[in-house]
């Protein structure tokens, strides 16, 4: 993990592993801020409220994490050798004899009156010097300056020359580091290189990345500070979507300035409604939509189903849906829960073998308030439907009125609301289980917003004002609904519907023979529910299946002779 320590030298990166002590940290810090170890004092906070005490604990435990900042609020740095015995030694002599303190002072900038209490505040190298080991004069000593380094304030204003040379007294760093009050600004075509880690980027080194020169060759650096601090510039930048490329030319990549924060309103989403529907048309096979309006009449309606459609997506932009399978699920009068479903891969793989895919999904409802169509979590999983498998996805819904007459409608989702499921602008969870999980369909949380709002994570414009709360008639888009024709789709649904009540038996498989006696046995095979059952329970997923389904699907009767009669004599048992 990378630690950034703040002290009174500037911002030190420092990078330990994640099981590092605080011993570890100060042993890394020992080289870049010329403090000991054992007279570091290192704080969570700038204050020094909180302290890190225990050397031999590890940074989790103090709730230390990567990219975190502490602050070295205690400890001097050593001087060297050579220096630290020259200061020692003249200081005894400067209490003996003012002669001695003369010849000392020709050696070195401070003076033997900088022995006073003022100069222990001094904090640059031996060899600068600053407001309190400067020679006195007759104006009284101006006091320590506690702002930035590039700032200004009434003690130190007036003590910049009239040739504008640099304020050199106000650096603080150790002669090794540099900052903007010690360094002139290059002229332009100056090369420097870039401080920061190679796997990191700042706007001296995105300068020219599409020029063709050799990237040896190229400018690199605009940071004019030591190799042991940082700035703006050479900081990871932080994940932005669309945001990523873009670079303002004021700041660096963590700034900002009154131009992005402009950018950024512009970007927010101004809602309106679509006008037409990606789907021109939901050719459904009423066969297997009879089927499943037929379930929920038996139950009387006190229960809700819903299921994912296979089909086709149609050269003219139009659905053609073929079969609706049924997902275990918990169904009451108010909502159904999808749950986890363990034959998903191989719904998935038989539909393939079929020549079909998943082009939507469908769900019931019980009568709902007027304006109510779909609900914030239905329309998030609508959005993820067509994100994910085109968007000429579907949904089905098949409402009940007052009297108990059912009615089948089709519907999409707008653009708008793609591009805020894809972002997870809803606060509403998708309701459909693409990988086996368990996940709600129907029913809302309050959170989530009520029936015909929709709560997002992010603000955006409705009719120029701003909200998070969008009304959900914005993002839904009506498609007509067409018959499949006299034909019907290339599939029937005759075979019991998988995960109902009552489950499918042994002895579905006779009455579905029986019932198709007569009619050719490709026509009695064609049904995915029986398909999907024989190969749980009597063919062989890799080897039976996949011809029974080629044969479905280019109407090969030829090559079901064998299947046949194994089906009858299935039958007879």
Known sequence: MIVRVRSSIGMHRVELPDTATLLDLKKKLEDATQIPSSQQVIAVDP???????DDSKQLSIYNVKNGDIVHIVGGKPSAPTSSSSSSSSSRPSSSASSSSSSSSSSSSTPSSSSASPSTLRCTHAPGATCVFCAPTSSEPTPKKCDHAP????????????????????????PPGAKCVNCLRIP??????????????????????????????????GRCLHGPNAACANCLPAEEDDDEATFRCRNH????????????????KMKLKRQPQAHCTSANVDFT??????????LKKFKVNRCGLLYGRFNDDGG????????????STKEASVMLQDKDMDRVEQIASMLGLRRVGWIFSHPPRSKGIIMTPSEIATAAYLQNTYGNQAVTLILSVNEKGEGNLEAFQVSDQAMKLQSKGSFVASVGVPMTGQTAPTGAESGSAGSGTKAMLREAVFVEGAETREADTSFFIVTVPVKSAGEKGGILGADFPVENRDPAQASSDVKVH????????????????HLVLYLSKNYFDMATDIPAMCEAVRTKSQGALEGYKVIMESLASM
């Not at 020359?161 to 650096?171: G, H, M, P, Y």
């Not at 297997?288 to 009449?297: D, I, S």
């Open 47 to 53: 204050s020094g409220a909180t302290l890190l005490k």
């Open 150 to 173: 590039n700032t200004t304030c009434l003690n130190c204003e007036g003590m910049e020359s009239k040739k504008n040379k640099k304020i050199s007294w106000l650096c603080t760093h």
């Open 187 to 220: 002229k332009k075509g100056v090369k420097r290189a870039c401080a920061h880690p190679p796997h990191m980027k700042c706007p001296n080194c995105m300068e020219g990345a599409d020029a063709k020169e050799d990237p040896k060759d190229a400018p690199k």
């Open 252 to 267: 660096g990549p963590h700034g900002s300035c009154v131009e992005c924060i402009e950018r950024r309103e512009a970007r």
């Open 288 to 297: 297997a939509a009879t089927v499943f309006q037929n379930y929920l009449h």
């Open 319 to 330: 659905v053609s849906v073929d079969v609706i399978y049924e997902p275990p699920q918990q």
């Open 513 to 528: 023979m029986m019932h198709m006696a007569g009619k050719p046995f490709l026509q009695q095979l064609s049904d995915f």
